[in-house]
C-alpha cells in the first residue's frame, strides 16, 4: 500500500505577536510550521504503515523553504518526500494547486507501477487559507471516491472504515475500498513529535523535488494562469469591543470573572 | 567565521522547544513544589532519545555524538523551560553515558550504554563525598582488589540522580601514589549486593532532580567494571567534568533567557504611575544587561561546544562558559525577580523558582571558585 499525505507550510499563527508601540502584528520571526491537520494526516500514515505495512510518501506544494517542513515529516517518519516547486505552481488557487498534487500523485503511481491500492490523506484545512477545498478536489482529479471530516480510520481485510464526523454531534460510518482519499480532523490522533534520532536521519534522507514539467504539467492549469479565483483584499479583522485585565489573588479573580460571564449571559 | 546554525540544529531547537512548551511547562510548578519528576514526561523523553542525546544511534542514541552544539540546545531549551529536567538529562548524558562511550570498554558498551542511552536506566556520576569535592583528589571512598574482583567502601554525597539511577561512575581511592591519593573510576550496577541510596537532599532550587547519599558497603564490582585504568580516575574525572561543563553552562543560558523572557513580558504588561514598566529606564537597563549577558554566555558556551567537536582542547573554554553562564543566570534571575516585584517572591510566578534554580548552577558541577582556577591554572601553564 501507498500512502501519500499532502502536507502545507503555513504560518504559526498561534504565536503572532502585536506590537505594543504600532499595534501591529511582528512578521518578523514568526516560524512557519506544518500546518496542524496534516500532523494528523502524517501521524495517520504512520500509524497505518507500523500496522499493515506501507510506503509512506509526504507531498507538499510551495517555495524551496517550504523543504522545511516536509524535512520535519521526515523527521517524525515519513520514507519519502517531494517538494512540487515551481516559478509556474506560484500564485495558485485551490483548484489549481489541487490539480497540480493530483498529477504528482498520478506521476509517482506511475513510477511505482501501482494503480489501486494506495491512501491519499489530507488535513481537513489548513490555518492560513481554511479553505478544505483541497482534499476533495485532489480526489476528483485522481477520479476517487472521497471521505472529508474523518475522525477514526481502520482497515479491516480490504475494507477501509471510516467514521466522519457530521453536522456537530452526529457521526457517520462508512466503509469503502482503496484508492480513496479522506481529509482528517484533529480529533482523529496525537501526531508524534519527531525523536532526535529521527532528526538526525531525516538529513541523512533527500527532500526531492518536483517542477511542472517533471508531472508533466500544462502551463494553462496550473499557479495563477490556472486559477479560477483571485484574491482581491486580505486583512487582518479588527478587534471588537474592549477587553479588562482583573487583577487580586487568584480567587478574587475567577469569582469577578464568573461574574461578568454571568452579567453577559455568558455562562 | 560562521554564527549561524545548520539546518538541523535549528529544527532540533524548535522541536525541543515545542515539546518542553508542551508537556514540561505544564508540571514544572508541581515538580518544583512536590520534588518529583513527572513520569509521563520521562517517557516521552525516552521515546524521543533525551537520554541519548550524544550517543551514537549504534547504542540506542539520537547519534548526536559529533554535534555538541545540538547537544547545548537540546540543554538550553529543556533548561529554559525547567532546570530540574536539564541536570537530570544533562547530567545523565554527558558525565554518565558520554564517558561509558568515549574510555570504556567494548564489553562495557555492551552492558551499560544501551540501556542508559535509552533511558532504560538512569545514570550518574558520583565524586563528591564529606572531605571531597572541589579538592576532587580527597576521595577517602576506597576499593580494594580482592582476587578478580574490587571491594568498595565508603560514601558519596550530592550525587546529582543518585537516589533513582541505577548505573554508577564512582570515583574511588585504590591506593597511593606518592604524597597523592590515587584515584579509579569503577562503573557501579546498583542492584549489587552491599549498594544502598542514603538521605534525599532536600534543596534549595533544582528540587525536582533527585541528589543522594550514595552508601557502599562491601560492594563487590569486578574488575571489568574499571573505567580506563587502574590510577587514571583523577585525569578521566577531570576530563569528564570538562565536558559535563559545557552542558550545565547551556542548561544556565536556557535559564538565564527564561528569566529574560519573563522579564519582557511582564515589562510589557505591567502599568505603574500610568505606564508600562518597560518604558522606566531603570528597567529597561536591567533588561539590556540581562540580555547581553545571556547572549556572552551564549557564545562562549557554543565556543566551547564548538572546540570540543573540532577536536581542540575545550577545558578552559567550558571552565569560562560554566562560569559566565551561571553568574548571568544567577544576575538574570535576581533582576527578574526585581522587575516583578512583589510577584515575583510569589510561587505563582515562575521567575521565583528561576532564582532559586539559578543560585544552585553557581556551585554544582564545580563552583564559580573551582572555574577560575580551572581557568587560571591554565593561563599560568600554557599561556593565552
Known amino acids: 500500500m501507498k500512502i501519500f499525505v499532502c502536507i502545507k507550510q503555513v504560518p504559526g499563527v498561534s504565536e503572532v505577536k502585536i506590537d505594543p508601540e504600532t499595534n501591529t502584528l511582528v512578521r518578523e520571526g514568526i516560524p512557519s510550521i506544518i500546518n496542524p491537520m496534516d500532523k494528523n494526516g502524517i501521524e495517520l500514515a504512520l500509524e497505518l ?19 522545511e517542513a516536509l524535512r520535519e515529516a521526515l523527521a517524525m517518519g515519513l520514507d519519502e518526500t ?34 489501486d491500492n494506495y491512501l491519499v490523506i489530507c488535513g481537513t484545512q489548513a490555518i492560513d487559507g481554511d479553505t478544505a477545498q483541497v482534499g476533495p478536489e485532489v480526489a476528483e482529479e485522481l477520479g476517487i471516491p472521497q471521505i472529508t ?70 502551463k494553462k492549469n496550473i499557479g495563477l494562469v490556472g486559477s479560477q479565483t483571485e484574491v482581491w483584499r486580505i486583512f487582518v479583522p479588527k478587534r471588537k469591543g474592549e477587553h479588562i485585565i482583573l487583577e487580586g489573588s487568584i480567587e478574587e479573580r475567577v469569582s469577578e470573572l464568573c461574574q461578568k460571564l454571568k452579567e453577559d449571559k455568558l455562562i | ?42 517517557e516521552i523523553m525516552k521515546k524521543m532519545k533525551y537520554f541519548g542525546t550524544c550517543i551514537p544511534k549504534e547504542y540506542g542514541g539520537a547519534g548526536l555524538q559529533d554535534d555538541t552544539i545540538s547537544f547545548c540546545i537540546v540543554t538550553e531549551e529543556i533548561g529554559r523551560i525547567d532546570a530540574s529536567w536539564s541536570i537530570t538529562t544533562g547530567v545523565h548524558c554527558s558525565v554518565c553515558a558520554y564517558p561509558i562511550y568515549i574510555y570504556g570498554t ?38 580494594v582488589k580482592d582476587g578478580d574482583e574490587y571491594i568498595l567502601n565508603g560514601s558519596k554525597i550530592f550525587a546529582t540522580n543518585g537516589g533513582i539511577a541505577e548505573t554508577l561512575l564512582v570515583v574511588t581511592t585504590t591506593g597511593q601514589k606518592g604524597r597523592r591519593k590515587e584515584l579509579t573510576i569503577f562503573i557501579v550496577d546498583t542492584n549489587t549486593p552491599g549498594y544502598s541510596v542514603g538521605v534525599r537532599e532536600d534543596k534549595l532550587g533544582v528540587r525536582a532532580s533527585n541528589t543522594s547519599e550514595l552508601v557502599f558497603q562491601d560492594v563487590r564490582v569486578p574488575e571489568e567494571n574499571i573505567l580506563g585504568k587502574v ?38 504588561e505591567r502599568v505603574q504611575f ?111
Open chain 1, 49 to 67: 504503515k507500523e500496522k499493515y505495512g506501507a510506503e509512506t510518501i509526504g507531498i507538499s506544494m510551495g517555495p524551496p523553504q517550504a523543504e
Open chain 1, 82 to 115: 517531494y517538494l512540487l516547486t515551481d516559478r509556474a505552481f506560484a500564485g495558485a488557487d485551490t483548484l489549481a494547486t489541487s490539480h497540480t498534487l493530483s498529477l504528482a500523485i498520478k506521476k509517482l503511481l506511475e513510477n511505482y507501477g501501482e494503480r
Open chain 1, 149 to 218: 471530516y474523518v475522525q477514526k480510520f481502520e482497515i479491516r481485510d480490504d475494507k477501509v472504515i471510516v467514521e466522519r464526523a457530521f453536522r456537530g454531534e452526529e457521526v457517520v460510518i462508512i466503509e469503502t475500498k482503496l484508492p480513496v482519499l479522506v481529509s482528517v480532523l484533529r480529533d482523529l490522533n496525537e501526531p508524534r513529535y519527531p525523536t532526535l534520532d529521527g532528526i538526525v536521519d531525516s538529513y541523512e534522507k533527500e527532500v526531492k523535488y518536483l517542477n511542472h514539467e517533471d508531472i508533466e504539467a500544462v
Open chain 2, 1 to 42: 567565521m560562521e554564527f549561524s546554525l545548520t539546518k538541523r540544529q535549528k529544527m532540533i531547537r524548535k522541536i525541543t522547544r515545542e515539546f518542553s512548551e508542551e508537556y514540561i511547562a505544564p508540571v514544572a510548578e508541581e515538580s518544583d513544589q512536590t520534588s518529583q519528576l513527572d513520569p509521563k514526561v520521562f
Open chain 2, 106 to 143: 567494548d564489553d562495557q558498551k555492551d552492558r551499560f550504554l544501551v540501556d542508559l542511552a535509552t533511558g532504560e536506566k538512569l545514570g550518574a556520576f558520583a565524586l563528591t563525598e564529606a572531605n571531597a569535592g572541589s579538592d576532587a583528589g580527597g576521595v577517602q571512598l576506597t576499593a
Open chain 2, 231 to 268: 590510577g587514571q580516575g583523577f585525569r578521566l574525572g577531570m576530563q569528564i567534568l570538562d565536558y559535563g561543563r559545557i552542558l550545565m553552562a547551556a542548561q544556565c543560558v536556557g535559564l538565564g533567557q527564561a528569566c529574560l523572557e519573563a522579564s519582557i513580558k511582564y515589562a510589557n
Open chain 2, 274 to 384: 500610568g505606564q508600562k514598566i518597560g518604558r522606566f529606564q531603570g528597567i529597561q537597563w536591567k533588561i539590556a544587561d540581562m540580555a547581553t549577558a545571556v547572549e556572552s554566555s551564549r557564545l562562549l558556551t557554543y565556543k566551547a561546544a564548538y572546540k570540543c567537536d573540532i577536536g581542540e582542547d575545550y577545558g578552559h573554554a567550558g571552565a569560562m562558559a560554566k562560569l559566565v553562564a551561571s553568574e548571568s543566570a544567577m544576575q538574570a534571575a535576581h533582576d527578574a525577580v526585581q522587575i516583578h516585584g512583589g510577584y515575583g517572591l510569589m510561587k505563582a510566578y515562575d521567575v521565583e523558582r528561576y532564582f532559586r534554580d539559578a543560585k544552585m548552577a553557581e556551585i554544582y558541577e564545580g563552583t564559580s571558585e573551582i572555574q577560575r582556577y580551572v581557568i587560571a591554572n591554565h593561563l599560568l601553564r600554557k599561556g593565552f
